[in-house]
Nanobody, 124 residues
Framework: HVQLVESGGGLVQPGGSLNLSCTTS????????LGWFRQVPGKEREGVAI???????RYIDSVKGRFTISQDSAKAWLYLRMDSLALEDTAMYYCAADSVVLPGRELEASEYSYRGQGTQVTVS
């Protein structure tokens, strides 16, 4: 039973930083993708960053150079370091996981079967 629980969201001023965390448990996949996604009301969920079991990372263009995704050595935690936050980064942020993600679709939310409840990030 895969469980994902996010934490670390909050209110931050433009230009500030936040660290999101996601505890991951219940999976025994040798190959996987873990990712951070975000959603604002009325819009589709957007892929922000992913890391796969080989350590390869991918980011959407709007966060490159500002956000960093990482995983701890025990692979029990997924992190998203967010710097230089902007108003448009305001959203509910979710972590997601799956063992099979089609190449080239790693930032597509529909590829992931498991996600957490989300943590709100507000930049204002």
């Amino acid at each position: 039973h895969v469980q994902l629980v996010e934490s670390g969201g909050g209110l931050v001023q433009p230009g500030g930083s936040l660290n999101l965390s996601c505890t991951t448990s219940g999976y025994t996949w040798s190959a996987y993708c873990l990712g951070w996604f975000r959603q604002v009301p009325g819009k589709e969920r957007e892929g922000v960053a992913i890391v796969d079991s080989d350590g390869t990372t991918r980011y959407i263009d709007s966060v490159k150079g500002r956000f960093t995704i990482s995983q701890d050595s025990a692979k029990a935690w997924l992190y998203l370091r967010m710097d230089s936050l902007a108003l448009e980064d305001t959203a509910m942020y979710y972590c997601a996981a799956d063992s099979v993600v089609l190449p080239g679709r790693e930032l597509e939310a529909s590829e992931y079967s498991y996600r957490g409840q989300g943590t709100q990030v507000t930049v204002s």
